[in-house]
């Protein structure tokens, strides 16, 4: 029989791992909101219940960058960009996956080239180009 509790402390030790792996990388991505005028502090989450770390801005189309752990057991990251728009209850998205299945080194390496692509993505991006999610 496995004993839950070294488990549930093992997954603990991991998320904690995950977690100093992203704060290196908090301040290239606090460099990289000023730089682009993002005005939006850094969000420090959990993402299903896994860290990840948010650059959120924009109005009326709302658009955040997420990097966030990918897989907690093999500590892979992925990076995404996310717009959305709610109209008189409606939701409308729209979202893409720049990158995932990156080791810690290549994140480190690759983070710059992966948020220049989340921006030009959400720039391209009109509110013709969101699909309804959500109706009422």
């Known amino acids: 029989m496995r004993d839950i509790r070294v488990e549930h402390r093992g997954e603990r030790d991991l998320i904690a791992r995950a977690e100093a792996w992203l ?8 460099k990289f909101s000023r730089e682009n005028g993002l005005f ?12 990840s770390r948010t650059l ?9 960058i997420i990097v966030a752990v990918d897989d907690l057991y093999v500590l892979t ?17 729209r979202s893409n996956t720049v990158a995932r299945g990156m080791s810690a ?3 480190n390496s690759m983070l710059l080239p992966c948020l220049e692509e989340c921006m030009a993505l959400s ?3 009109s509110q013709n180009d969101l699909l309804l999610v959500r109706n009422g």
């Open 123 to 125: 720039n391209s991006w």
């Open 56 to 64: 959120t801005w924009g109005l009326p189309i709302q658009k955040y």
């Open 105 to 107: 080194e290549e994140l």
């Open 77 to 93: 990251f992925k990076v995404e960009v996310r717009a959305w728009l709610d109209d008189y209850g409606m939701r409308y998205s």
């Open 23 to 30: 704060k290196e990388l908090d301040a290239e991505l606090l």
């Open 40 to 51: 939006s502090a850094l969000k420090r989450g959990q993402q299903d219940p896994l860290p």
